[in-house]
């Protein structure tokens, strides 16, 4: 069943033009063109067409979002075509299948001569030998030469464990060197930006880097230097390799030669969870995963998503993951109305006072100020509460400079769901100074916040002591934080699960990584609490029932459910 | 299942026989060598090989030898071992080549079941089973073994093949 919400649908695509190819031997029919680094359809490489019929091709300079360079010659595979003969007809078998003329070394015919796989287009009939001798055996040439002078110090590597390297050395590698000279040397641990560390010696010269940089980024500022063996990847002279995207080489630097400074000897890669999350630092919305171990969350790294963000996401985001470890996370309930006594079932009690409170609270008495941070099941649940105590509502903008690829201005993760879902009026904050009139003349005695620090946007300390009722979640400390009679504490986005609209009203769902600090639990299931308390009618106990409710019920959302969106998310109609 | 019992023969119902039998076997051993050790007054002979606790070692310069590769940690099979990577700022290592060692390693002697994996795994040759059998202390707490306590007991290995130092 398709999905009606989806709005990819794209006029009919025109048929496809197949030819028919061999695969070790298996017929296959493969699309003539296919979608290139851009997604231009050029025409399809040997590389595709055994990717399709699924045979792997050993590779490291080909990356399937970059321009093709084919340096590395790992991914050659012998191939044969239909031989022709001077009539330029196909010359036939004694059976009636075309003869297949093995492409030779043109000196030595008894030689196979491989072709590169990632830059070779295929042609009809062709017979490609992916897993031949032959073919493996000028892997293990391609292999045993670029280990020449590989200087083989994997224990202190942070790649080490997702290195095409160790994985193409299990396969094609041979356990003994037969190099006995001395081998070349070439700078270690070199400085090349102020998020890069460059280690000469491992890198295998693929070029990824200079072409990502080049061409995906527009910063033209790496390149090879030296020549021959001392090749070397370098910055400009004089200049630091310094963008928004530098980290992103260290993703698809295949071996070891690019290193993250922040990651660096933090942990070894196989012992971090990956759970799929998303990038909170702007309304673009990068899919990522988190890498985490024992609750401690290590490292981000972007996750495919040609909806959103291709397979790149930029430094300020990719590193903007440390306040969820901060030692001074809120991890207990707390506030002036607990004084002194710590009840034993600290939840329950607080649940009950702030009901005693919401309940008594006459209409038009109560404000709340949802961040645009939190998921779009815990503003659905602010707004159905909000709605019953006819309180008003907003959320806080947060803006930056953007960039031309993935930054985006709105700093907010979620500023389209809490419009949509009527957190925040079109003009997000423009009820906040209505908000603090309402402290100010006595007409508001109750405020919620959950997720922000409001003295930072209009109302200031002065204000929220005038309150009656300050009923504050959040995850670090803050000015408001400390005014608050009841503080409950909350979780970061990697401590539970929930969904986000990003700015180009993509609905995305992410999953959870760790647990919360100490008391802390995720804002929608107190918040459902809260609101069943309100309303007096029970709601769905899951994230899945509470989204699926929300779709329902938020026609922006069309009748979504949390199963549909999938791991890439679906975009709906702004 | 049932098991019938076997009818006993006269012979045997003598009982004095089994008797005459047993007291045989005890005179045989009371004039044979003694073999019991007066342990622990009286030590036995570790022999080589033999898999004692694990420990760290440095190497003849008094380099600590762990690069922190965490592969020991990896391979324990009770997950007796943990190790505090040095991170982008931690100490800079004993032998700068080497580019780092960890910030703290401990093994937890309670839980390592004495396999060798840890050894085996190793690139470094920086972890050895050593001959120490008997390990006591007088709290769990105790017996989790610090990297300065691990080093201490490990002592120098003799490094034959010097890997960082010829980098
Ligand atoms: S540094 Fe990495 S990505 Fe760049 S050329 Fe070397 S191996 Fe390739
Ligand atoms: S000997 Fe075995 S159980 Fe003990 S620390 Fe080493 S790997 Fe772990
Ligand atoms: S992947 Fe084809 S030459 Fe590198």
């Known amino acids: 069943m398709s999905n009606p919400t989806t709005t990819e649908s794209k006029p009919a695509p025109p048929p496809v033009e197949k030819i028919k190819i061999k695969v070790d031997g298996r017929e296959i029919e493969v699309p003539k063109m296919m979608p290139d680094w851009q997604g231009k359809l050029q025409p399809t490489t040997m590389l595709q067409a055994c990717a399709l019929a699924g045979v792997e091709i050993p590779h490291y300079c080909y990356h399937p979002k970059l321009p093709v360079a084919g340096n590395c010659r790992m991914c050659l595979v012998e191939f044969g075509t239909p031989m022709m003969g001077p009539d330029r007809k196909p010359v036939l078998n004694e059976d009636g299948t075309p003869k297949i003329a093995k492409s030779v070394l043109p000196y030595e015919p008894g030689t196979p001569r491989g072709a590169i796989g990632c830059a070779t287009p295929i042609t009809p009939g062709m017979e490609l030998y992916p897993s031949s001798p032959a073919t493996k055996q000028m892997r293990e040439a391609i292999m045993e030469s670029l280990l020449i002078n590989h200087p083989l110090d994997c224990p202190i590597c942070d790649q080490a464990g997702e290195c095409k390297l160790q994985e193409y050395s299990v396969d094609y590698g041979k356990s003994a060197s037969r190099f006995v000279e001395e081998k070349v040397h070439k700078p270690k641990q070199v400085d090349l930006g102020p998020r890069i560390m460059l280690d000469d010696e491992r890198c295998i010269l693929c070029t990824r880097c200079i072409r990502f940089t080049k061409d995906i980024v527009g910063d033209d500022k790496l390149g090879i230097v030296n020549r021959g063996s001392y090749n070397t990847i370098a910055a400009y002279p004089g200049t630091q390799f310094d963008n928004n995207y530098t980290l992103n080489t260290v993703d698809i630097c295949p071996v070891g030669a690019l290193t993250s400074k922040d990651f660096r000897f933090k942990m070894r890669v196989w012992f971090l969870k990956e759970t799929k999350s998303l990038c909170t630092s702007c309304g673009t919305g ?211 699960r929930g969904s986000f609209v990003n700015v180009k009203g993509r609905v995305q769902r992410f999953m959870k990584a760790m647990e919360g600090p100490g008391e802390a639990r995720p804002e929608w299931e107190f918040l459902k609490e809260l609101v069943e308390g309100v309303t007096g009618r029970t709601g769905p106990a899951t994230i899945e029932g509470l989204f699926n409710q929300m779709a329902k019920d938020v026609p922006a959302f069309n009748e979504l459910t949390w199963a549909a969106l999938g791991d890439q998310g679906v975009t709906v109609p702004l | 299942m049932i098991v019938k019992r076997k009818e006993l023969s006269f012979w045997e119902r003598l009982y004095l026989p089994a008797i005459i039998g047993g007291f045989k076997v005890t005179l045989r051993h009371f004039f044979r060598k003694k073999v019991t050790m007066q342990y622990p007054e009286e030590k036995w002979v570790v022999p080589e090989g033999y898999r004692g606790a694990p420990y760290l070692v440095k190497d003849p310069e008094g380099n600590t030898k762990c690069v922190s590769c965490q592969l020991c940690e990896f391979v324990c099979p009770p997950k007796a071992i943990k190790i505090t990577p040095p991170g982008p700022d931690g100490q800079a290592a004993d032998r700068p080549a080497a580019e780092k060692m960890p910030k703290e390693f401990e093994i937890n002697m309670l839980r390592c079941i004495f396999c060798g994996y840890c050894q085996e795994v190793c690139p470094e040759e920086a972890i050895f089973l050593m001959k120490d059998y008997s390990l006591n202390g007088e709290s769990r707490k105790e017996m989790i073994f610090n990297k300065e306590k691990l080093l201490a007991l490990g002592g120098v290995h003799e490094d034959k093949i010097w890997k960082w130092k010829n980098k």
Not at chain 1, 413 to 418: D, E, V
Not at chain 1, 445 to 471: C, F, M, P, S
Request: glycine share 8%; aromatic share 4%.
């Open chain 1, 286 to 496: 990068c899919n990522t995963i988190i890498g985490s171990r024992e609750n401690k969350m290590y490292r981000y790294e972007p996750r495919e998503n040609d909806a959103v963000n291709s397979t790149w996401m930029c430094d300020y985001g990719r590193l903007n993951y440390k306040w969820i470890n901060r030692p001074d996370r809120l991890s207990k309930v707390a506030g002036s109305r607990f004084k002194g006594e710590i009840p034993s079932e600290v939840w329950l009690e607080a649940v009950k006072a702030i009901l005693a409170v919401l309940n008594k609270a006459p209409q038009d008495s109560v404000a709340i100020v949802a961040s645009a941070r939190q998921t779009n099941e815990e503003l659905y649940l602010i707004k159905k509460m909000a709605d019953k105590l006819g309180a008003i509502t907003d959320s806080v903008p947060r803006t930056g400079e953007s960039d031309r690829l993935l930054l985006h201005e709105d700093r907010n993760p979620n500023s389209t769901g809490a419009r949509l879902i009527g957190i925040s009026p079109q003009q997000m904050g423009s009820n906040l100074p209505k908000i603090a009139d309402g402290i100010r003349t006595g007409q508001i005695r109750t405020l919620l916040v959950i997720g922000e620090d409001v003295t930072r946007h209009g109302i200031g300390a002065e204000l929220l002591q005038k309150l009656d009722n300050l009923i504050v979640s959040d995850i670090l400390p803050s000015k408001t934080t400390e005014l608050a009679h009841i503080l409950l504490p909350g979780c970061a986005h990697g401590e539970k």
